[in-house]
C-alpha cells in the first residue's frame, strides 16, 4: 500500500512540473493582438517544429491579417464561421473560430525559466464592438468535434531526443482580449494637457494634469476593475501583477483611456 502511495504521489509530482508552454493572449496596440508562450523551464536549443491554437471570436466579418512571422516562419490563420459550426452541430452559433497553425519545420531557441516570447502579432480586422477573444479549450466540445485540429498545441524537441506537445494550458489572466477596450487609443489630450506615466510602471501610476482628477480606475485584460482610486493623481500600483493594463481617468465629466505595462 505504501508503494502504491508513493507512486501516486511521484506521478503526481512529476505532472505538476512538466515542462511545458503556456499560451497567452494580450492588446497590442490598436486593434491588434499578440499570442505569446510562457515556459516554466530552463530550455538550451529548443527545436521548435509546429505550433497551434484557435480564437473564439463573436461572428460577424472580422478578419485577422497581417500575421508576424516566428523566426521567419509563416503562419497561416482559417476561419470556421459560426454558421458552419453548427451545421456540424458544434457552437451556439454566436462565434466564429479563427484556427490558427505554424507548419511543421525547425526553428532552435533557448530561453529562461518564467521567459515570454512573441508566437505571432495579428490585425482584427471589422472588429466586434463587444465581447472577448478567446482561446478555444482542447477539452471543447467543439474542439472534441473537430478531431482536434482546433486544439492548441506546442510540438518541440527540447532534449534532442524526440518531438513532442509541450502545450501547458493557457496563462491565467491572459485567456482573453476585451474587444470594447481594445481599440482604445493611447492619447494625451493637448487641451486639458493631461499625462499617465511612467510606461511601462512599476509601483506608482502617475496623472499629470491641471484639472480636476475625479477617479482613475485600472481595468486588466478581461476588462475587470483590478484598482480604483478618487481625487487622486498618484495611483499605488505595486500589488498588481506584471502584464498589460487599460487607465480610465474621469474628469470634469469626461473621460481618457491609455494602454499601460506593469513591469
Not at 497551434?52 to 523566426?71: K, V
Not at 533557448?110 to 512573441?118: C, E, N, P, R, Y
Not at 479549450?137 to 518541440?156: Q, R
Amino acid at each position: 500500500m505504501k508503494n502504491i502511495t508513493y507512486i501516486l504521489i511521484v506521478i503526481l509530482f512529476n505532472s505538476l512540473n512538466a515542462q511545458n508552454y503556456g499560451f497567452g493572449i494580450i492588446p497590442n496596440g490598436g486593434n491588434s493582438a499578440l499570442v505569446q508562450a510562457t515556459t516554466n523551464f530552463n530550455g538550451n536549443n529548443v527545436d521548435v517544429s509546429d505550433v497551434g491554437f484557435a480564437l473564439l471570436i463573436p461572428t460577424g466579418n472580422t478578419t485577422l491579417t497581417n500575421l508576424s512571422t516566428f523566426n521567419g516562419r509563416v503562419w497561416t490563420v482559417t476561419k470556421i464561421t459560426a454558421s458552419q459550426l453548427t451545421s456540424l452541430s458544434l457552437g451556439d452559433g454566436s462565434k466564429d473560430l479563427f484556427v490558427l497553425n505554424l507548419a511543421p519545420g525547425q526553428s532552435i531557441i533557448s530561453h529562461g525559466i518564467g521567459t515570454s516570447f512573441d508566437l505571432v502579432s495579428f490585425d482584427i480586422i471589422n472588429p466586434p464592438n463587444s465581447g472577448n477573444a478567446e482561446f478555444l479549450d482542447n477539452n471543447d466540445a467543439i474542439a472534441i468535434g473537430l478531431g482536434g485540429v482546433a486544439n492548441s498545441f506546442f510540438n518541440a524537441n527540447i532534449d534532442e531526443t524526440t518531438t513532442q506537445d509541450y502545450f501547458g494550458g493557457i496563462v491565467p489572466g491572459e485567456e482573453n482580449i476585451v474587444f470594447d477596450t481594445l481599440g482604445v487609443p493611447e492619447i494625451t489630450i493637448s487641451k486639458n494637457d493631461i499625462k499617465i506615466y511612467p510606461n511601462p510602471f512599476s509601483d506608482v501610476i502617475m496623472i499629470e494634469t491641471d484639472v480636476e482628477v475625479i477617479s482613475v480606475q485600472i481595468f486588466d485584460t478581461n476588462g475587470r476593475i483590478v484598482l480604483s482610486h478618487k481625487n487622486s493623481k498618484v495611483i499605488p500600483a505595486k500589488s498588481l501583477a506584471n502584464g498589460n493594463y487599460l487607465v480610465k481617468v474621469n474628469y470634469n465629466g469626461d473621460y481618457i483611456s491609455k494602454k499601460i505595462i506593469k513591469k
